[in-house]
């Protein structure tokens, strides 16, 4: 709770998924933020599908952490659903065509693996449920993923805070931040503390762009179809997500150079030489976008506090997969700063100071 000589608890920048997220975990345990975002400047929540999927790439690799973060992630979004009256987390099984017979035997196989058993479905006959989709050997299914809405979950987080006062449609300039020995101030208000969420564009921020961000650009497609689609999404190489009967998502490219927010014929093509072989329906491209997705050298997310100043943090380095990390890691960062609860050593940014003071 705010002791009296401050405005607010805490100052979030940036009101992605992680920011969101990090300050709903915090008015949810009393504390009064201040949530500030310039929507003029992009980002990578707005862009991205918002799929969780537990099992990944091509040998079927069980997502880090999976039996600890989805459920932490399921039960955020629900109840996060209830509160804003908004509906934004769908459970959608994917189906992974096999590409062989070869695959169909390993990928068999290896289902029966009890890290790999409980995210597998019942068998299921994909030539009669997905015409629209090349899978001439069958399609192993799998459950527990789906995706969340994030523009519908962030726009209905920024309207309620919005209407209690809690945020501010700003750009963010370090400068403007004042630190003394109980706390941090910002243009004329007080904070107990202030924590950094701007995904991709930390690295423009003094304070943490000694950190090893490795940023990678990528772009989706929007398609539009007359086949009727039905609710499951696809995944081979690339990932088809089905957003109404007529209409899927489709992504996503990885790029590095250049490394910016536009969109490209290049991509464009890419996915629709990609999309052809497997999704045999007609389709038109009717829109595109470009993210930058906030990764890591390590693959771990960038949670902690500034090396020399304890009321300034960040909560950063969500990579591909900002909609199950963040629920979880915002949790443990919160139970760190208000309880003193050990944060994971292999998200804290601890494992980076050496970088630092170099
Ligand atoms: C093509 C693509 C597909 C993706 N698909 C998925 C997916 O299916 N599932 C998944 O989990 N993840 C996916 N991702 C990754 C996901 O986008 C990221 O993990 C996540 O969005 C990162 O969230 P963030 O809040 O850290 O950053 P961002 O979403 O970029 O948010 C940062 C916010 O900070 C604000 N900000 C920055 N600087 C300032 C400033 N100076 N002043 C004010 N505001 C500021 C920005 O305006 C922005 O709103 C995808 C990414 C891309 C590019």
């Excluded at 997220?21 to 345990?29: D, G, K």
């Amino acid at each position: 709770m705010s002791e009296n000589k401050y405005d607010f608890d805490y100052l979030i920048v940036g009101q992605g998924v992680g920011g969101s997220v990090l300050a709903w975990n915090l008015m949810e345990r009393g504390h009064r933020v201040l949530v500030l975002d310039d929507p003029s400047l992009p980002s990578s929540s707005m862009v991205a599908a918002g799929i969780f999927n537990p099992l990944t790439g091509r040998k079927l690799v069980r997502t880090w952490m999976a039996d600890e973060l989805f459920p932490v992630a399921q039960n955020f979004y629900k109840r996060l659903e209830d509160r804003l009256s908004a509906s934004f987390h769908h459970s959608m099984s994917f189906v992974r065509p096999y590409r062989s017979l070869e695959e169909q035997n390993a990928y068999m196989a290896q289902s029966a693996e009890p890290h790999i058993a409980p995210y597998i479905g019942p068998s299921m006959d994909t030539a009669t449920l997905l015409p629209y989709i090349h899978a001439p050997y069958g399609g192993l299914p799998i459950i527990h993923s789906g995706w969340v809405d994030l523009p519908v979950f962030l726009e209905a987080s920024r309207r309620f805070w919005q209407e209690q006062g809690l945020f501010r449609d700003e750009c963010f300039q370090v400068q403007d931040l004042a630190f003394n020995e109980s706390g941090v101030s910002w243009k004329g208000l007080s904070f107990r503390k202030a924590i950094l969420c701007q995904g991709a564009l930390a690295m423009e921020n003094d304070y943490f762009n000694w950190l090893p961000f490795t940023p990678v650009k990528g772009e989706i497609l929007e398609i539009e179809t007359e086949q009727n689609i039905k609710p499951y999404l696809i995944n081979q190489g690339i990932f088809f997500l089905p957003l109404d009967r007529h209409r899927l998502k489709v992504g996503a490219t990885y790029s590095w150079d250049p490394l910016n927010w536009e969109t490209t014929m290049e991509a464009r093509k890419e996915l629709e030489d990609k999309i052809r072989p497997i999704f045999t329906a007609p389709f038109q491209t009717v829109n595109q976008k470009a993210g930058i997705r906030p990764s890591v050298r390590d693959r771990r997310p960038l949670v902690g506090m500034h090396p020399e100043l304890p009321q300034l943090g960040i909560f950063n380095g969500l990579g591909t997969k900002g909609v199950t990390l963040a629920p979880y890691f915002a949790n443990n960062f919160v139970e760190h700063l208000e309880y003193g609860k050990e944060l994971n050593p292999l998200v804290n940014i601890k494992r980076y100071f050496s970088l630092y003071f170099r």
